[in-house]
């Protein structure tokens, strides 16, 4: 049977996950997962994460699951989601915090006022709230197969302060704007992780995750 994992750490919103999971895809085996043994163990992982980088990173060193979610990035599908997307990378400016280092590139904080239109004077423009939160547009910038049956452009829910900066431009398939133009999607190999959250993004969230499902990279 496909088994998905969801890695629980302490520090995602593993439920709503795992219900739009079972909604996408009730053929599998989908699983809320604490031990590194449930994640060896299973087809593919999904790495899920929202609060505050320095106490995400610890409550994953803590839970004894680091070394697993690291061994699923390098053998199984794999798909991170908010935190867990930007975990993948090698640093956080959120409290100068030191990740996973699977992908080289920092993750930076919205930098300043964000504003609705750039290279307009600050007196005619919109100010934009961090964190960004709500319904925004995915610009598709390469094609991949969990973008199947999703249009361009299409509208995913966001909640965060942080983004990630790939290193490689060339792992991006996705982007957002926001005041500034954000990666929010990225690709490579086994891998792909998004910055917005599938589960709260109606039928193309569910349609996302189903083609993670039977996504043999």
Same mark, same amino acid.
């Given at each position: 049977?496909?088994?998905?994992?969801? @890695? !629980?750490?302490?520090?995602?919103?593993?439920?709503? #996950?795992?219900?739009?999971?079972? *909604?996408?895809?009730?053929? *599998? !085996?989908?699983?809320?997962?604490?031990?590194?043994?449930?994640?060896?163990?299973? +087809?593919?992982? @999904?790495?899920?994460?929202?609060?505050?980088?320095?106490?995400? /990173?610890?409550?994953?060193?803590?839970?004894?699951?680091?070394?697993?979610? #690291?061994?699923?990035?390098? =053998?199984?599908? %794999? %798909?991170? #989601?908010?935190?867990?997307?930007? /975990?993948?990378?090698?640093?956080?400016?959120?409290?100068?915090?030191?990740?996973?280092?699977?992908?080289?590139?920092?993750?930076?904080?919205?930098?300043?006022?964000?504003?609705?239109?750039?290279?307009?004077?600050?007196? +005619?423009?919109?100010?934009?709230?961090?964190? &960004? /939160?709500?319904? =925004? &547009?995915?610009?598709?910038?390469?094609?991949? $197969?969990?973008?199947?049956?999703?249009?361009? =452009?299409?509208?995913?829910?966001?909640?965060?302060?942080?983004?990630?900066?790939?290193?490689?431009?060339?792992? *991006?398939?996705?982007?957002?704007?926001?005041?500034?133009?954000?990666?929010?999607?990225?690709?490579?190999? =086994?891998?792909?992780? $998004?910055?917005?959250?599938?589960?709260?993004? *109606?039928?193309?969230?569910?349609? %996302?995750?189903?083609?993670? @499902?039977?996504?043999?990279?």
């Amino acid at each position: 049977m496909n088994t998905i994992a969801i @890695v !629980d750490y302490g520090m995602g919103n593993f439920h709503s #996950v795992a219900r739009a999971l079972r *909604a996408a895809a009730p053929e *599998a !085996d989908i699983k809320i997962c604490s031990t590194a043994q449930e994640l060896d163990q299973a +087809s593919r992982v @999904v790495f899920p994460g929202q609060g505050a980088m320095p106490d995400c /990173m610890r409550t994953l060193n803590e839970s004894g699951l680091r070394e697993a979610v #690291v061994r699923a990035a390098r =053998n199984k599908p %794999l %798909l991170g #989601v908010c935190v867990g997307e930007q /975990m993948l990378f090698s640093h956080s400016e959120e409290g100068n915090t030191p990740c996973l280092d699977i992908f080289p590139g920092k993750v930076r904080r919205f930098d300043g006022p964000q504003y609705a239109a750039a290279g307009q004077a600050a007196a +005619s423009q919109e100010l934009l709230k961090v964190p &960004h /939160m709500g319904w =925004n &547009h995915v610009s598709q910038t390469r094609p991949h $197969v969990l973008w199947d049956g999703i249009a361009d =452009n299409t509208f995913f829910y966001f909640v965060h302060s942080y983004y990630a900066e790939p290193a490689d431009h060339a792992l *991006a398939v996705g982007e957002t704007h926001y005041g500034v133009s954000f990666t929010c999607a990225i690709a490579a190999a =086994n891998i792909f992780a $998004v910055q917005f959250h599938p589960e709260k993004s *109606a039928d193309d969230g569910l349609r %996302l995750y189903r083609n993670f @499902v039977t996504w043999n990279p």
